[in-house]
T-cell receptor, first 112, second 115 residues
Framework: DTGVSQDPRHKITKRGQNVTFRCDPISEHNRLYWYRQTLGQGPEFLTYFQNEAQLEKSRLLSDRFSAERPKGSFSTLEIQRTEQGDSAMYLCASSLEGSGYTFGSGTRLTVV | QQQVKQSPQSLIVQKGGISIINCAYE??????FPWYQQFPGKGPALLIA?????SEKKEGRFTISFNKSAKQFSLHIMDSQPGDSATYFCAASPAGGTSYGKLTFGQGTILTVHP
């Protein structure tokens, strides 16, 4: 296993379009997290899953955002009707309960 | 109460010097305090972490000092090297409940080590 994989690495989209990102966690990790990072800031929590259950969502996750983790494996994060303020790095991380995170390299979204 | 405040925003040290980054928190439910290193274009990577039952933890050139009563913790990088030049983030997460494992990050410190 080579770590947490995120796809795509970069996405440029026009305002109003929908985008979907994928995260493949480390296979034995039961927890999967999504964070958003803007330039010069620390990552901000969006949501997390334990196996296939979504256990917590941040107030940052408006109704335009939805995340899924079918069968407790990979996860997708969809943003509908993108806005310029959605431009950021979207980071995925996975962990075993009680242990430290492993982050992926992120998907950089630019909304033009 | 969820904030983690980190300082300084940027730090320049000479090769071989000691780099010190400080963080403070308010939420007494936090009980796991990791430090992450991030290079441009990469995700954060876990460097070292501490729980409040110890006051210091050392791994190689990296040491976390923890002061539970002051609600402060710091990262010391000994013998700083140019390859340590990166952005460093402190973070904290609570012990249990639904937020267990959810990290709150500091604002980051850009470290530059001059050769």
């Amino acid at each position: 296993d080579t770590g947490v994989s995120q796809d795509p690495r970069h996405k440029i989209t026009k305002r109003g379009q929908n985008v979907t990102f994928r995260c493949d966690p480390i296979s034995e990790h039961n927890r999967l997290y999504w964070y958003r990072q803007t330039l010069g800031q620390g990552p901000e929590f969006l949501t997390y899953f334990q196996n296939e259950a979504q256990l917590e969502k941040s107030r940052l996750l408006s109704d335009r955002f939805s995340a899924e983790r079918p069968k407790g494996s990979f996860s997708t994060l969809e943003i509908q009707r993108t806005e310029q303020g959605d431009s950021a790095m979207y980071l995925c991380a996975s962990s075993l309960e009680g242990s430290g995170y492993t982050f992926g390299s992120g998907t950089r979204l630019t909304v033009v | 109460q969820q904030q983690v405040k980190q300082s300084p925003q940027s730090l320049i040290v000479q090769k071989g010097g000691i780099s010190i980054i400080n963080c403070a928190y308010e939420n007494t439910a936090f009980d796991y305090f990791p430090w992450y290193q991030q290079f441009p274009g990469k995700g954060p990577a876990l460097l070292i972490a501490i729980r409040p039952d110890v006051s210091e933890k050392k791994e190689g050139r990296f040491t976390i000092s923890f002061n539970k009563s002051a609600k402060q913790f710091s990262l010391h990088i000994m013998d700083s090297q140019p390859g340590d030049s990166a952005t460093y983030f402190c973070a904290a997460s609570p012990a249990g409940g639904t937020s267990y494992g959810k990290l709150t990050f500091g604002q980051g410190t850009i470290l530059t080590v001059h050769p």
